[in-house]
């Protein structure tokens, strides 16, 4: 006959329970870390000996939202960084983009994504190219469609693009979006 004590099974059950506890109990969350923008990063679809597709990659890259997975616009800058010089995206990323706006608040409520539509530059003069600098410009269509049926209103947005000369090609050393 196999005897059963109380104390050891007591013991066991204490254990188990405090190790499911500690378990399920919420872990610490990383701290995020300040953005470090690489030169070496790059979009590999991407020709950087080309000013036009650089500034046409981030036009598109700032306006794709997806509110699946981006916490806040700061999640679309870091994307878009890839084109930007080091300096810049380190400012643009640290900037307030991760505020929620209320355009931010409803895209998150219909659970949205934009679809992003490209096309040539239509707006002022752009200033004039030199060696060390090029200035081009994009127009981009915005359609927010929310996953519950919803449709935002089309939106159009010039950006326009200063671009200097970096050892990958071409990286957006100003920009200015319209």
Excluded: K
């Amino acid at each position: 006959m196999i005897r059963f004590s109380r104390i050891p099974a007591l013991l066991a059950g204490a254990f188990l329970a405090g190790l499911l506890a500690a378990c399920s109990a919420a872990a610490p969350q990383p701290r995020p870390q300040p953005f470090e923008a690489s030169p070496l990063l790059v979009d590999p679809s991407v020709n950087y000996r080309d000013p036009y597709a650089v500034c046409a990659a981030f036009a598109v890259a700032v306006h794709r939202v997806d509110t699946a997975v981006d916490r806040d616009r700061a999640d679309v800058y870091r994307r878009a960084a890839m084109y930007l010089d080091a300096r810049l995206a380190a400012t643009v990323v640290d900037q307030d983009s991760a505020r929620q706006t209320p355009q931010w608040q409803e895209l998150v409520h219909h659970r949205a994504y934009t679809e992003v539509q490209l096309g040539p530059y239509v707006g002022d003069a752009l200033p004039p190219d030199t060696a060390e600098q090029r200035h081009v410009g994009a127009l981009v269509t915005v359609q927010p469609i929310g996953r519950d049926g919803w449709r935002g209103p089309l939106v159009r947005h010039t950006v326009v693009c200063g671009l200097r000369p970096s050892t990958v090609g071409w990286r957006i050393s100003e920009y200015e979006i319209g």
